[in-house]
Each structure stands twice: as structure tokens, then as C-alpha cells.
């Protein structure tokens, strides 16, 4: 009788404490390497907590404060100060570079060391969600984290339509939300110019602009809206979203296209192409035939002239080229692109954008920077220092990264966020096409077909965004939220992804998503695939 009532008081207090533990279950997107919850004990943050600044790590503080300000609806930032209780933010070597650890206890409050300015913004990010899909409450406990893959990246593509600075400033606070840390800007294009260049006005002047717009699919017959469109960064907005970028801790990888997907250009300066005929700003989706003329020497002076100017308006190293798609037919007819064919040794049209592309390179390298570009630079003998970027499935990736150039992975059949998130498509608007639900995309393991010695060369993963179909930041947000999250999980927390706790980590983010007041999918949310 004793035992049993003993039995019985257990199972009691068992009951009793299970709402309590339940609601002590910390959802976080993407997960933390290592979290441990105590039974009790919390800390509330409310508008007037302090955030206590150790190692003038004035910006993360300052970045926290403004969205807690803006989720508290509240009349002032919270007050950042050197001294006091409250939120303490301080750096440690011990901790990875992008890492952090924090602790909130009675005894510390709650105290975030980074190894780095960036790993304690994220340790932030961390406490920001906790507080905003808690009620402003952390419970005691102990959180260590640190990224899977240095390279997490979303791409924005800005030639197919338009998005204003503060389009994309929204767009950089939702990677940066998720812990990511590359913005790769897709800034030129057939179907617009959208970077202001200096030596070069007639860029934006004229390839900034198309006359109308191809509506629907392209399929016979086509019907255009007959409406001019167009828009464009100058140099002093450009620095300005680089700015607003590195405050997130995220680098812009700017993208010159190179040399297909170039009808824009050949639109402002006809010299740039073989025949130098008047081409119009392409107004329809696809591949043209118009790419820049190979052969001439003027055209390798104007891509120079071009990457200086970008990469003094960019800080990232990394520099991308494009270099997909680029139908050969010009060159095949073409007096400049024979002679140069046959001034070089070169046997096949491939092979001249092989010297292309490597002749860029070189001149990037010796302005302090490193190249990356599309998988096609693999067509054309890619050189040992180029960064390959693996669209075209997994295969190009796995064959870049056993010859030991660094990948970042991103194939269209899993990162392309433009393409369809249900089988039914209902709500999704007309779209290009494809096929990847959130859950595909977390199935997904980057590392899968690469050998142990390779997986080093994997950099990282990018999930990309074509703005064909996506006129508005609206639509934009529809599309990349939730399937980012999903992403998020496989760049910053690959080894530990659980597809167990997925589901309810991500209708707790839900609450997150819309304190934040970004559009998402409701899909995932619904169960419908
Ligand atoms: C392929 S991905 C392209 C883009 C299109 C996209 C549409 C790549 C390097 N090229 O030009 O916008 O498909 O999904």
C-alpha cells in the first residue's frame, strides 16, 4: 500500500509537472548545438532591461535593441550601458568564431559571450526569438551553438523586377533572423542593368529599362503588358544596403553577369557584342542568344573597367561572374572570336569562355579578391582557385569539390525558392514552375556523394530567389518563408537537424514570423504538401 501510493504520488507529480516542463521547451530555428533547460527559474525581458556592453560590442547591442524596441512597441530602444544587471554581452576566444554561448541564471542574469561580434548578434537572434515566442521570458538554463557551414547564403535576383533599398534591407533582416550571412546579389541581367557604373552611364541610362514584360509562360501565343519597367541602385544606395548588410553581419556578394545573360548591356553599348546590332532589353524569360563578343579586346577592357567600380563599392571577397547559360552561336560566327580562338590555341567555343572566365579571374585575384561563378566555369576548363556555385544538380558540385575548388551548393531542384511550394499550386500565383516543399528541402543532406576528403571544399549552401514571376517584396517573402527556415536548419545546424522537433520548433516560429510582420507560406502550416 505504501509502495503503491508512493507509485501513485510519482505518476502525480509527474502529471503535474508535465504542462510545466512542456512549456519549458525552448523552440529555436535553426536548432542549437547543445541547449539545457532548467525546471525553473526565468528572467523577463521587458522594454526597460539593460543590455550591459562589455568589449564595444556596440552594434550587435544596438541591432537588438531596435528590433526588440520595434516587437515592444515601445516609445525608446532598450538602453544600452558599460555597467548594471540585465543583458551582458561580452567576446571569449574559447568560443567559435561565429559561436556563442549563453547562460541565464539568477546569478548572471543573462550573459552571452561570442567568439565574435557576429556570433554574439546571433546569440542575440537566439534571445530574440526566445523572448518573442515566450512572452518575454527566458528560463534559466544554458545554450552553446555555432554554425555547420561558414558559407549560409540567400540569393535576390533584382534584374528580372525591381526591388526598392528598402525591399532589400527587409529581405537582409529575414536571412539575418535566420543566421545567415551571405546576400548574393544578382545585380545584372537580359532583362535589366540595375548598378549604377560611372565610366559606363548608358548602363543604367538605357539597360536600366525594358519596354514591357512578358505576361504568362511564354507559350504561343505570348501576350507582353505593354508597360515600360525598369529601376536601379545608384553607387550611394548600393553602399548604403552594403552598409545595413555588415551591421547584420551579412556580406553582399555582388553578381556581374559574364558573358551570356548580358542583353541588357549589349542594349546600352551594341559595341559589347559580336555583330554590334541594336538589341533591345530582353522582355522575356529564357536564354538569349546576344552575349558579349569574346574576341574583342574592348570587351575584357569594359568588364575591368566594370569589376573596379564593384569592387570598391563591395567588400566581399568573393566576387561572382555569373557565367551560366551562355549560348555560343555569336561566337561561332564571329571574325573576333575565331581570331582570338585561334590566337589562344583554343579548339572549341567552350573553351574560349574557359579563357574568359579565367582571364576575370586573374584580374580579381590581382585586385585582392577571389572568383566564384556559376557551374558552367566548369565547362570550359575551370582553374584550381575558382569557387564553383553547383546549380545544376549535385553533380557538378560533387566533381568541383573531388578536384578541390570550394562549392557552394545550391541546386535547382532543392534551393530554388521561386518554384512552386505545393503540388496543387492553389494561392501560389503563376510561377515558373518546379516542385520543392519545405519538407524536401530538409531532407536534404549537401554532403551526400562527397567523399570524406572533399567535404571540406563545401563551403556551403544558398537557396536562390528569380524574380521572373515575383513583382513584389510580397510575394518575395511568400516564397522564401518558411522553406528559408528549412534551409537555415541545413547551413547553420546540418549535423543536428531533427526531423522530430521540426514541426513544432516551426509553429512556434510561426508566432516569430508574425511578430515580425514578414508575409510566409501558409502551406507547411496547413499540411499540405
Ligand atoms: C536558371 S540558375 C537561371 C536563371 C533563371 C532561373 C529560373 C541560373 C544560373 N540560371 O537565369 O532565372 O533558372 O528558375
Not at 550611394?236 to 552598409?243: G, H, L, Y
Request: net charge negative; with cysteine; glycine share 8%.
Amino acid at each position: 500500500m505504501k509502495y503503491l501510493s508512493r507509485i501513485a504520488l510519482v505518476v502525480l507529480s509527474l502529471i503535474l509537472a508535465l504542462p510545466v516542463l512542456s512549456a519549458r521547451e525552448l523552440h529555436v530555428v535553426p536548432q542549437p548545438a547543445y541547449m539545457d533547460i532548467a525546471a525553473e527559474g526565468e528572467i523577463v525581458v521587458t522594454p526597460k532591461t539593460t543590455i550591459v556592453v562589455v568589449d564595444e560590442l556596440w552594434n550587435p547591442a544596438e541591432q537588438f535593441a531596435a528590433d526588440m524596441q520595434e516587437y515592444f512597441d515601445a516609445e525608446k530602444p532598450m538602453r544600452t550601458s558599460k555597467r548594471g544587471k540585465g543583458i551582458k554581452i561580452r567576446l571569449d576566444k574559447f568560443v567559435p568564431a561565429e559561436g556563442y554561448e549563453m547562460t541565464v541564471s539568477e546569478e548572471e542574469g543573462i550573459l552571452i559571450i561570442g567568439g565574435s561580434e557576429a556570433g554574439v548578434y546571433y546569440g542575440l537572434q537566439t534571445l530574440r526569438q526566445i523572448i518573442i515566442t515566450n512572452d518575454g521570458k527566458v528560463p534559466y538554463g544554458f545554450i552553446a551553438d555555432e554554425p555547420a557551414f561558414a558559407y549560409r547564403g540567400a540569393h535576390l535576383d533584382v534584374s528580372r523586377h525591381f526591388f526598392s533599398v528598402e525591399d532589400v534591407k527587409r529581405y537582409i533582416d529575414i536571412l539575418a533572423a535566420h543566421k545567415l550571412n551571405r546576400l548574393h546579389w544578382h545585380l545584372t541581367d537580359d532583362q535589366g542593368w540595375r548598378i549604377e557604373i560611372k565610366a559606363y552611364p548608358e548602363l543604367t541610362e538605357k539597360g536600366a529599362m525594358r519596354k514591357e514584360t512578358l505576361i504568362g509562360h511564354g507559350l504561343e501565343p505570348k501576350w507582353w503588358d505593354g508597360e515600360p519597367y525598369g529601376g536601379y541602385y545608384t553607387q550611394e544606395e548600393i553602399r548604403d544596403v552594403v552598409a545595413y548588410a555588415a551591421k547584420r553581419y551579412v556580406t553582399i556578394i555582388p553578381e556581374i553577369e559574364m558573358p551570356g545573360h548580358s542583353q541588357a548591356a549589349l542594349h546600352a553599348l551594341p559595341w559589347l557584342g559580336c555583330n554590334e546590332q541594336e538589341v533591345d532589353v530582353w522582355t522575356m524569360w529564357g536564354v538569349t542568344p546576344e552575349v558579349l563578343c569574346a574576341g574583342k579586346e574592348t570587351t575584357y577592357e569594359f568588364l575591368e573597367n566594370v569589376l573596379k567600380e564593384v569592387i570598391e563599392l563591395f567588400p566581399s571577397e568573393l566576387i561572382h561572374i555569373g557565367g551560366d547559360e551562355c549560348p555560343k552561336d555569336r561566337w561561332k560566327e564571329c571574325e573576333h572570336c575565331q581570331a582570338m580562338m585561334k590566337a589562344q590555341g583554343l579548339e572549341h567555343e567552350e573553351q574560349l569562355q574557359g579563357y574568359l572566365v579565367a582571364r576575370i579571374e586573374k584580374f580579381l585575384i590581382a585586385n585582392g579578391r577571389r572568383m566564384i561563378g556559376w557551374d558552367e566555369i566548369l565547362d570550359g576548363g575551370v582553374t584550381d582557385t575558382a569557387t564553383v556555385m553547383s546549380w545544376r544538380g549535385l553533380k557538378a558540385g560533387i566533381y568541383a569539390a573531388e578536384r578541390g575548388n570550394d562549392v557552394v551548393m545550391t541546386p535547382m531542384t532543392l534551393c530554388y525558392l521561386n518554384f512552386y511550394q505545393t503540388k496543387s499550386q492553389e494561392g501560389e500565383g503563376l510561377q515558373i514552375g518546379g516542385y520543392i516543399p519545405f519538407e524536401m528541402i530538409y531532407a536534404w543532406d549537401p554532403y551526400e556523394g562527397v567523399s570524406d576528403d572533399a567535404k571540406k571544399h563545401i563551403i556551403g549552401v544558398q537557396c536562390n530567389m528569380w524574380s521572373e514571376y515575383l513583382k513584389t517584396m510580397s510575394w518575395v517573402e511568400k516564397m522564401l518563408l518558411p522553406r528559408l527556415a528549412a534551409m537555415a536548419e541545413i547551413q547553420w545546424a546540418n549535423e543536428r537537424r531533427d526531423a522530430e522537433s521540426i514541426r513544432p520548433r516551426m509553429n512556434t516560429f510561426r508566432k516569430f514570423y508574425d511578430a515580425c510582420g514578414w508575409n510566409y507560406a501558409p502551406y507547411y502550416f496547413e499540411g499540405r504538401e
